[in-house]
């Protein structure tokens, strides 16, 4: 459990994290290229500018999460907890966001250039193009 852990900045790429709780973390400039993060518990996390290409988060818990500038390419967000996530101008060029929980999430100025959005709910997001 690393629950409100300070690791910014920390090189976490092609990590096995599947189930971990990273609740309010602290995780600026983390690297996660590649990683898993299957289950993980990111509740609020602040991964400003952290980089989560290609990484899988199905079914990840990423409420409240400020990810602010991350970059999201090519990430599996299938079935992910967003709901309230903060990813304004947030890279998720060709991320998969099937069936991910996005309500009340602010995308204003994201990058969802060929993102997966099939059954994503949608409701109350903000700088959303329908």
């Given at each position: 459990m690393l629950d409100f852990a300070l690791m910014d900045g920390i090189n976490l790429s092609s990590a096995y994290l599947n189930g971990a709780s990273l609740i309010r973390a602290e995780l600026k400039e983390a690297n996660f290229i590649g990683a898993s993060l299957t289950e993980a518990t990111l509740s609020e996390a602040d991964l400003t500018d952290a980089d989560l290409s290609d990484a899988n988060l199905a079914s990840c818990?990423?409420?409240?999460?400020?990810?602010?500038?991350a970059f999201l390419s090519r990430a599996n967000l299938g079935r992910a907890n967003l709901n309230g996530a903060k990813l304004v101008a947030a890279n998720l060029v060709g991320?998969?966001?099937?069936?991910?929980?996005?309500a009340g999430a602010d995308l204003t100025d994201a990058d969802l250039t060929d993102a997966i959005l099939e059954d994503a709910?949608?409701?109350?997001?903000?700088?959303?193009v329908r």
């Amino acid at each position: 459990m690393l629950d409100f852990a300070l690791m910014d900045g920390i090189n976490l790429s092609s990590a096995y994290l599947n189930g971990a709780s990273l609740i309010r973390a602290e995780l600026k400039e983390a690297n996660f290229i590649g990683a898993s993060l299957t289950e993980a518990t990111l509740s609020e996390a602040d991964l400003t500018d952290a980089d989560l290409s290609d990484a899988n988060l199905a079914s990840c818990s990423l409420s409240g999460a400020n990810l602010h500038r991350a970059f999201l390419s090519r990430a599996n967000l299938g079935r992910a907890n967003l709901n309230g996530a903060k990813l304004v101008a947030a890279n998720l060029v060709g991320a998969n966001l099937r069936e991910a929980n996005l309500a009340g999430a602010d995308l204003t100025d994201a990058d969802l250039t060929d993102a997966i959005l099939e059954d994503a709910i949608l409701d109350d997001t903000v700088g959303v193009v329908r």
